[in-house]
C-alpha cells in the first residue's frame, strides 16, 4: 500500500507560480509511474502531467504544457509540479496518484488532494 499526501496548493495571482509536492508514505517501486490530476468545480478529473520514476519520462497534458514541469527526488519519494504562469483556468483541486507500471492503465493510489486557487 502506498499513501500519497499533497502539499503546496494555495492562493496565486494569475501569472505566478506555485509547486506541488507529493510524498510518498514509503519508496516506491521503481517501475512506478506517478501522476497529477486536478478537478475543477463541476468538471471531471483530468489528467496533468505524469513521470515514470525510474526513467524520468514525462508526459503533459497540452493545456499545461510548456508552463508546469513534473520532477521527482528519488531520496525524498516525492514528486514535484511546478506551476508558472498560471490562469484562472488552472484553478482546481489537484491529486496526486500512482500506477504499478507504464503498461497499466489504472492509477491505483490517490492522495486526498491541495486546493488551487488562481485570481484574474
Known amino acids: 500500500q502506498v499513501q500519497l499526501v499533497e502539499s503546496g496548493g494555495g492562493l496565486v495571482q494569475a501569472g505566478g507560480s506555485l509547486r506541488l509536492s507529493c510524498a510518498a508514505s514509503?519508496?516506491?517501486?521503481?517501475?512506478?509511474?506517478m501522476g497529477w490530476f486536478r478537478q475543477a468545480p463541476g468538471k471531471e478529473r483530468e489528467f496533468v502531467a505524469s513521470i515514470a520514476w525510474s526513467l524520468g519520462s514525462t508526459f503533459y497534458a497540452n493545456s499545461v504544457k510548456g508552463r508546469f514541469t513534473i520532477s521527482r527526488d528519488n531520496a525524498k519519494n516525492t514528486v514535484y509540479l511546478q506551476m508558472n504562469s498560471l490562469k484562472p483556468e488552472d484553478t482546481a483541486v489537484y491529486y496526486c496518484?500512482?500506477?504499478?507500471?507504464?503498461?497499466?492503465?489504472?492509477?491505483?493510489?490517490w492522495g486526498q488532494g491541495t486546493q488551487v486557487t488562481v485570481s484574474s
Open positions: 496518484a500512482a500506477r504499478p507500471s507504464i503498461a497499466t492503465m489504472t492509477w491505483d493510489y
Open positions: 514509503r519508496r516506491t517501486f521503481s517501475s512506478y509511474v
